[in-house]
């Protein structure tokens, strides 16, 4: 495979249930982010990791945790979801440094019931 | 704070015709700019990127777009729509975060094209 993975592509949770989205980059990478993409809204920007160390979290409710375990691989663990989390969940991965584009995956499409 | 703002949420233009989606961004120095297109149901897919030197861009699918200083603007331009350009397109500017790159988007314009 190459590129951005991101799995599940569609996910519907009850709000107590937890879950997790995942997110496998094959370019070699080592900078990833979360972003969430909300109907009539600009893209957020949730959280970076470069290095795997984690460099933003761009004011994100507790409720949301990410994890970076390698370069490679990136997750998003969520509990105690709102109906207003429902979103596209986007993940991207770029090299370090400026100017870098940054290639995105196809999404998770998160519905809270 | 960097910052795009994308005046048109909504264009539609025929199969053949011309194309230009707005873009005005504000950032403190140099900016390094990009324009992303997403179909429905897909991730972003970059089209282009402006860094330095010349100020008119060529990008995929047929696309360009010029940075204008000036004006604080990066347009993205095509001669002639195809059916299949029909999409989201935003329009981002970057900066550096502890080495990663930081992206900040404008809210996108919706491309509708008329057979």
């Known amino acids: 495979e190459t590129g951005v993975t991101q799995t599940p592509r569609h996910l519907v949770m009850g709000m107590t249930n937890k879950k997790s989205l995942k997110c496998e980059q094959h370019?070699?990478?080592?900078?990833m982010y979360w972003y969430k993409q909300s109907a009539k809204k600009p893209l957020e920007l949730m959280f970076v990791y470069s290095l795997e160390e984690r460099v933003e979290n761009n004011s994100v409710p507790s409720r949301f945790s990410p994890e970076c375990p390698n370069s490679s691989h990136l997750f998003l663990h969520l509990h105690t979801l709102q109906p207003e989390d429902s979103a596209l969940y986007l993940c991207?991965?770029?090299?370090?440094?400026?100017?870098?584009?940054?290639?995105f995956g196809d999404g998770t499409r998160l519905s809270i019931l | 704070a960097q910052s795009v703002t994308q005046p048109d949420i909504h264009i539609t233009v025929s199969e053949g015709a011309s194309l230009e989606l707005r873009c005005n961004y504000s950032?403190?120095?140099?900016?390094?700019l990009f324009w992303y297109v997403q179909s429905p149901g897909q991730g972003l897919q970059l089209l282009l990127k402006y860094f330095s030197g010349d100020t008119l861009v060529q990008g995929i699918k047929g696309f360009e777009a010029e940075f204008k200083r000036s004006q604080s603007s990066f347009n993205l331009r095509k001669p002639s729509v195809h059916w299949s350009d029909a999409a989201e397109y935003f329009c981002?500017?970057?900066?550096?975060?502890?080495?990663?790159?930081?992206?900040?988007f404008g809210q996108g314009t919706r491309l509708t094209i008329n057979p």
């Open positions: 991207a991965s770029s090299q370090e440094g400026m100017g870098q584009p940054q290639h």
């Open positions: 981002a500017v970057g900066g550096l975060i502890q080495g990663a790159q930081k992206l900040v």
């Open positions: 370019l070699g990478h080592n900078a």
């Open positions: 950032y403190g120095a140099t900016p390094y």
